[in-house]
Each structure stands twice: as structure tokens, then as C-alpha cells.
């Protein structure tokens, strides 16, 4: 598949029309979960969000200690996080650990979309569902439509 340039093909921009309200992107592509918590304050704090949905990729590791700074910045600024699973080449590539250390510090009601198993072959959420990826790492337009439809049938909003 294709990279998504029309960002309009993207798995949040997809979902847009159904929820209440407007997304807004601070996606910075090769950033880090350090870079998301260093740009907090100046970004989502900003914006005031009523949720924020956080799909960390795979750049770098991202320890328990971070996931939970991301998390209480949220909170008191009464935003209420959703953390995702990324997509089946996280698994893939080793970044197991990360989702570890997730799951040790947020809580259940705040870890958000199985994208994992939208993009899996025969949602195993393990084995690489190719057609769905550039690089077997960043999705394209089916991956990206999978991903939303994942969104249906898991709606947080």
C-alpha cells in the first residue's frame, strides 16, 4: 500500500464525523513519548480538550514512569486519556516492554483501541497484516480504515 498524504484518509480524520466535536492532531512524525510530555503544556493543555487520545509509535521506549506523567498531566488538567494499543508491527519489533509498562500504571477504563487487532491477520493482534501497511509499520488507507473502524466498534466519545 500507499502512504496516507490526504490526510482526510486518516484513522482519526475517518472518525470525525462521529463523534460530538472536532479532532485535533499533535502528531509529530519520529517523536518520542518524551516529546508528547514536552509539548503538554504548550499544546493539549492549551487546547482543553475534553479527551485525548494518545497512539504512541515505536520510536524510542517509553517506561511506566513517562505513561504515567502523560496520564496525570491529563488529569489535572481534567482531560480525560485514552491510551492506545498501536498497530501489530509494535509487537514486532520488540516494543512489547512498552506495552507492559502501560498497562502496569494506566487504568483499564483509560486504555483505548485494539488497534493491534484491526490491523492483524485474522485479529490475532500479533502477525502483520501487510496489505495494511506501507512499511509493515505505518498503516495505509485500508490500514487506516480498519483502524477507524476499530474506533466503531470501541467508542470511547
Not at 34 to 46: G, H, M
Not at 77 to 95: D, E, L, R
Request: net charge neutral.
Amino acid at each position: 500500500g500507499e502512504k496516507v498524504e490526504d490526510k482526510n484518509k486518516r484513522w482519526w480524520k475517518l472518525i470525525e464525523p462521529h463523534i460530538n466535536g472536532v479532532i485535533a492532531t499533535s502528531a509529530r512524525g519520529g517523536q518520542t513519548i518524551t516529546d508528547a510530555i514536552n509539548k503538554f503544556d504548550n499544546e493539549i493543555a492549551v487546547l482543553k480538550p475534553n479527551y485525548c487520545v494518545f497512539l504512541l509509535g515505536e520510536n524510542g521506549g517509553a517506561s511506566a514512569a513517562q505513561y504515567k506523567t502523560l496520564y496525570d498531566k491529563c488529569i489535572l488538567n481534567n482531560i480525560f486519556p485514552v491510551f492506545c494499543y498501536n498497530t501489530t508491527s509494535y509487537k514486532q519489533s520488540g516494543q512489547l516492554q512498552n506495552i507492559a509498562n502501560m498497562e502496569s500504571v494506566i487504568p483499564p477504563q483509560n486504555r483505548g483501541y485494539r488497534f493491534d487487532i484491526a490491523t492483524s491477520l485474522n485479529g490475532d493482534g500479533y502477525t502483520i497484516n501487510s496489505s495494511m501497511f506501507v512499511d509493515n509499520q505505518h498503516p495505509n488507507v485500508s490500514g487506516c480504515m480498519a483502524m477507524a473502524e476499530r474506533y466503531m466498534d470501541f467508542n470511547f466519545f
